[in-house]
């Protein structure tokens, strides 16, 4: 027989669902997914196993729904899998509002619905509570969208359950945003100091890094500096949050080829090594291009890779591509207007595009990972009626 402890350890590596299952054969289990122990442990398990699933949903601003949201697993192809969260959750977001961002089982939604008081909400669809938070002062809901940065895989160092920091601008041009994080614990936004973005340059929200305490953000790339400004080419924000310093990463020079084309786009991701750093992936006439930081004080980079889709194995008619994301650090995944695939960065010299899934968000869509956990959204949260 084992020891209760080898049983607890057992459960607290399996998903949500499967906890609840096994929780409902015995009284000494029924309380097991509602014990915070338990529920970090669970939560930070499934860290280390990394993401399984991922939301998809069409790209707009945060002022419309996100009416068709999927959800899939990224390690098959299946469309028989049974997913990890209740059906009605992902009904509830799709028609409440639109997903902004999502770390370690916890969304961060914009509330769209004229049945809450509050714009913005932290949900945990598997377990299906969620938590209202408040606007951070100085912010315009109207049709301003919501800048935020959320990261859950940080726990160890900070005192509350996540991190949710927002960026908020200021009427001025050119004027320095405020930074604001929240705290679950007293329901209230606390002043981060101002990060310097540059002068004038426009900023990307949509993919965001925080990392060791730096939340990192990266410029557009727009062509209306002179070429003798220090902000003509596109580089990234490092902005310390604990000190409250910032730094500006140049990024290299062979990821400028190709500015000026309609189709060129850069993002910034995890990227997940021994030392765990941030990726630039460069898209650009269907090639992808990504280098890793390995010295942030000398901005240096390193290539790592460099590919056309079609020789990664997408020959798909009229190809383009609507969106990609790095997942877990090492896992591509592109989707085309109505196909997602996956690429395994680590496994490249060998490795060739698998096709994950159907979906039918359109032509342009962003890409959310997702794994299924105990984390609690914080203190009075609700559940979800059923």
């Known amino acids: 027989m084992f020891a209760e402890t080898e049983f607890l350890e057992i459960f607290s590596w ?194 965001t890094v925080y990392l060791n305490g730096s939340i990192y953000l990266i410029s557009d790339s727009g062509g209306y500096f002179r070429e003798d400004s220090p902000f003509f080419w596109p580089y990234i924000v490092a902005y310390d949050v604990n000190n409250c310093v910032t730094k500006l990463l140049k990024l290299p020079k062979s990821s400028r080829e190709g500015m000026d084309d309609l189709d060129y786009k850069l993002s910034i991701f995890k990227w997940k090594n021994l030392n765990n750093s941030i990726c630039l992936v460069k898209l650009n006439n269907n090639m992808f291009t990504i280098w890793v930081l390995t010295d942030e004080e000398t901005s240096s980079w390193h290539q790592i890779f460099k590919m056309h889709v079609k020789t990664m194995g997408l020959n798909e008619f009229d190809l383009r591509v609507a969106g990609f994301t790095i997942l877990n650090g090492n896992i591509l995944l592109i989707a085309t207007n109505s196909m997602v695939y996956r690429y395994d960065l680590s496994t490249k010299s060998s490795g060739r595009l698998q096709e994950v899934c159907h979906h039918e968000c359109g032509d342009n869509v962003i890409f959310h990972s997702f794994s299924s956990t105990l984390r609690p959204c914080g203190a009075n949260a609700t559940k979800l009626a059923a």
């Open 14 to 207: 399996l998903p949500v669902k499967s906890i609840y299952k096994f929780s409902s054969l015995c009284k000494s289990l029924s309380q097991l997914p509602k014990e915070d122990f338990f529920a970090k442990k669970q939560s930070k398990n499934t860290q280390l196993v990394g993401d399984k699933y991922f939301l998809i949903q069409p790209y707009s601003c945060q002022s419309y729904k996100a009416g068709k949201l999927q959800l899939h697993s990224w390690l098959t192809s299946s469309t028989n899998d049974v997913l990890p969260v209740p059906y009605n959750s992902l009904q509830f977001i799709a028609t409440t509002g639109s997903v902004l961002r999502s770390s370690n089982g916890l969304i961060c939604v914009r509330n769209l619905s004229n049945h809450y008081e509050k714009s913005y909400f932290i949900f945990n669809p598997a377990t299906k509570y969620w938590l209202q938070i408040p606007q951070p002062d100085g912010f315009d809901c109207g049709d301003t969208d919501f800048k935020i940065v959320f990261e859950c895989n940080n726990v160890d160092n900070i005192t509350d359950d996540y991190v949710l920091i927002s960026v908020i601008g200021t009427s001025v041009w050119g004027s320095n945003p405020f930074c604001k994080i929240y705290s679950s614990r007293e329901n209230i936004w606390k002043d981060a100091g101002r990060i310097n973005i540059g002068a004038g340059r426009n900023i990307c929200y949509e993919t």
